[in-house]
C-alpha cells in the first residue's frame, strides 16, 4: 500500500494510476488520483484545525488555501449536510477542533475528507483498528455506504477475518510477501474463516 501512495520506491516493476505511470512519483503528485484514510486516527488530520478547516483543506479545486473560505463561499449549510450524513454527530461540531473529537468522530471525518473529491483509488490502512468494537462497525457501515454510493475502487487492509469476509469483491491474502489467496465473486462469497486460517496453517 506505502508503493502504491508513494511512501515507499518501489524497488522493481511499474505503478500506474488511473493510466498514468507513477513510479517516481511522490505522494503528493499522486493525491490527485488517491486518497488514503491510516489506521491512526491522528494521522489523517491535524488536531489544531476545526472540522470546518479540515473539509476546506480537503477541497481539491476550490482555487483558494484560505481557511477561512467556508464561511464566505456559503459552505456552512453544505458542510453541515455532509457532516450529518455521516450519523456521527460532527454536524454540530463545525468549528471544534479535531484534537476534541472522539476517534470514531476522527476516523469518519478522515473518511469523508478522503473522498470528498471522489478520487479513482481509496486506500484504507487498516482503518478500525484503533476503535473499540461498536465504533469499528459503525465506521465499517459508514466505509461500505460511501464506497458503495460513490462506487470507489478501494483497497482495505484488515487483519479481521470477519471484515475480509464480508467486505468488497475480491480477497487478497498475503503471508511473509507471497499471495496465498486471490478470490473473487462466488468463490469469495463461500469463504468460511476456518478456510483462511487453514491457508495461514499451510
Not at 10 to 21: C, F, I, P, T, Y
Not at 35 to 63: C, I, N, W, Y
Not at 162 to 176: F, H, I, K, P, W
Request: no cysteine; charged share 20%.
Amino acid at each position: 500500500m506505502n508503493t502504491i501512495a508513494g511512501t515507499l520506491v518501489a524497488d522493481a516493476g511499474e505503478v500506474r494510476l488511473a493510466g498514468h505511470r507513477v513510479t517516481n512519483k511522490g505522494v503528493a503528485y499522486r493525491s490527485r488520483w488517491v486518497a488514503r484514510v491510516f489506521q491512526d486516527p491522528k494521522m489523517g488530520t491535524a488536531g489544531e484545525l476545526s472540522v470546518a478547516q479540515k473539509l476546506t483543506l480537503a477541497e481539491k479545486h476550490t482555487g483558494s488555501l484560505s481557511l477561512l473560505r467556508y464561511r464566505r463561499a456559503g459552505q456552512t449549510a453544505r458542510y453541515t449536510e455532509l457532516l450529518a450524513n455521516l450519523n456521527m454527530g460532527l454536524e454540530q461540531r463545525l468549528n471544534t477542533q479535531v484534537k476534541y473529537l472522539s476517534g470514531g468522530q476522527r476516523q469518519a471525518l478522515s473518511l469523508l475528507m478522503a473522498t470528498l473529491s471522489q478520487p479513482q483509488l481509496l486506500l484504507l490502512d487498516e482503518h478500525t483498528a484503533a476503535l473499540d468494537p461498536q465504533t469499528s462497525r459503525e465506521v465499517m457501515a459508514l466505509t461500505q455506504r460511501i464506497v458503495t454510493e460513490q462506487q470507489l475502487t478501494t483497497l482495505m487492509i484488515t487483519h479481521k477475518m470477519s471484515d475480509a469476509l464480508t467486505y468488497g469483491n475480491r480477497l487478497v491474502m498475503v503471508q511473509d510477501g507471497q499471495i496465498k489467496l486471490d478470490v473473487r465473486g462466488e468463490a469469495k462469497q463461500n469463504l468460511q474463516a476456518e478456510d483462511l486460517m487453514g491457508l495461514f496453517s499451510d
